[in-house]
Structures are given as C-alpha cells and as structure tokens.
C-alpha cells in the first residue's frame, strides 16, 4: 500500500467516507477493512476499478465562491426582503388612507396633532374641525361617524351631543351626513312645512340670519308654521319630536312621531 492510501484510509476513521464525500473512489485500488463512522469494522464498499465512478458518491461542493461574497448576497437579499415588507407595508397605509373620507381625515389629523396638556384647546380644536366638514358640504358616511365618536365627543359635542351637528347639516343641507346620521342612529326623519332654521344651526357658514324651506327636516331649536301659530323643536328623539307654541294664545306642547308629522304636515303637491 502507497503512502497515498495509507494517508486516505487513516481519514476514512474520521470521516464517514473520503470517498463518498469528494469523490475518489476511483483512486482507491486497495481493498483494506477500516472502520466507518459507526464504529464497525467494513470492508470499503466504494472500491472500484481506475475510470469508474461509484454513483453513489455525492457531488463536489461548490468552493469557488468566496465566505466573503457569501455573506455579501445573504446581507443584500436580507436587505431586499426588508425593503420588500417596508414597500408592502407603506402600501396598504397608503390604501387605507385614501379609503378614508375627507371628514375623516381631517378630524383624525386634528385629534392626532392636537395637544393633550389643553382639553380647552382640544374641545375647541375638534368641535370647530366638525363644524368645518360640515358646514362646507363635506362626504360622510356611518363608517366615518363610528371613528369620531371614538374621539372622546362626550368632552367636546356639549349638553345635547350629536343633535347640533344633526341641526347643522339640516340647515347647510349636508345631505351625506344626514343620511349617515340616521342609517347609523336609526332616526326616521321629521318632515314639516314652512321650516325656519336661524343663525344657531348656521354659524355663520351661511351669507344669511336664518334659512327657510317649505319642506324640510325638524331639528333642535328649528320652527315650523301650523294651524297659523309658530312652533319650536325643543327636544328631539329617534321617535319622538317636542314642539312648543308661546305666544299670545298660550303655551302648548306637541308631541309628535314621524308618522304624525307627516299627517301634520303633508307634502304640498306642485301645481302643473
């Protein structure tokens, strides 16, 4: 036996197989018993005859790429994976955000940037922020109802809460809210004719003191005309309206549901 196999036969003790895992059986021209890994004695199954490769050897391994460039690619894939998530991510914010309407956006801005150490200046912050998408005819829908009232609107909407934004878009005609309001409260709207709103439900968003339609909504504080006497919303309910008359002829209080105003007050047909 050559130096050459004694040298190849002594790591064979160490490792599972020279052979087997770099391939040189076919150098192996001896038939020498020598121990495997599992610590039996066995005679070298991967001998062979010169130009013959056993198949099951398995294949070289790949050496000519540098641990250096190795880490290289790892450190530029791991980077682009994260870019990946950091795109996918800012990707569905920015979704979510145009999802938002703008009344929503712009009361989830006044909340976010608002101070905390002034509840004076965050009340006034988000009730004059309401104010502004209302009254300038912004889009409303239930879902963006549900995120203000999350806002805390107990501390900023006052005594009456929701029934002055409600009497604000009656009278600047801010059909979006209206509708929202009532899908989400399950109001029936109070219809009444001759319908006289003043500068409380407006503030100011309107170039007049007071608006007046033949037909339209009851609110809080609005006035309606019947039987010749003027009426006032006092209070109002998703099922009940209370109108009070004080005038000359006395004070009386009416207490109507929306099937009763309509009998009260029924729509004027147009004249062809």
């Known amino acids: 036996m050559g130096t050459k196999d004694k040298w190849r036969c ?18 192996c021209k001896h038939r020498r018993a020598h121990t495997g890994c599992n610590g039996k004695r066995r005679w070298c199954e991967h001998w062979a ?21 190795a880490l290289w690619i790892a ?8 870019r990946e998530r950091a795109e996918v991510v800012e990707a569905e ?17 006044v909340w976010d940037t608002c101070p905390r150490r002034s509840w004076t200046a965050l009340n006034t912050a988000m009730s004059e922020a ?6 300038t005819g912004m889009e409303w829908n239930v879902d963006a109802l549900l995120e203000v009232a999350k806002m805390e609107t107990s501390k900023w909407l006052g ?4 029934e002055w934004p409600y009497a604000m878009a009656v009278a600047v005609d801010n059909s979006s809210f209206l ?22 439900h407006t503030h100011g968003y309107l170039h007049i003191s007071d608006v007046r339609r033949q037909r339209g909504r009851l609110c809080l504080r609005a006035m309606a005309m019947l039987n010749g006497r003027r009426w006032e919303v006092t209070s109002i309910t998703n099922d009940r309206v209370v109108l009070v008359a004080d005038d000359f002829k006395g004070r009386n209080v009416l207490k109507l549901t929306p099937e009763q105003c309509r009998e009260k007050w029924p729509t004027k047909k147009v004249e062809q």
């Not at 009532?182 to 709103?197: H, I, K, M, Q, S």
Request: aromatic residues 12%; positive net charge.
């Open 49 to 69: 005859s010169e130009g013959v490769r056993c198949e099951r050897v398995k294949p070289k391994i790949d050496r000519s790429i540098s641990r250096k460039r």
């Open 10 to 27: 002594a790591w064979a003790k160490r490792w599972r197989c020279v052979w087997q895992r770099y391939g040189m059986a076919k150098h």
């Open 75 to 82: 450190r530029r894939a791991l980077l682009r994976a994260e």
């Open 159 to 162: 005594e009456h809460l929701w």
């Open 93 to 109: 914010a920015e979704n979510e955000e145009n999802a938002m309407l703008p009344s929503q956006r712009l009361m989830q801005l």
């Open 179 to 200: 509708l929202a309001f009532e899908a989400w409260t399950g109001r029936r709207p109070f219809w009444a004719n001759d319908v006289r709103y003043e500068t409380y």
């Open 130 to 135: 309401l104010r502004l998408a209302i009254c």
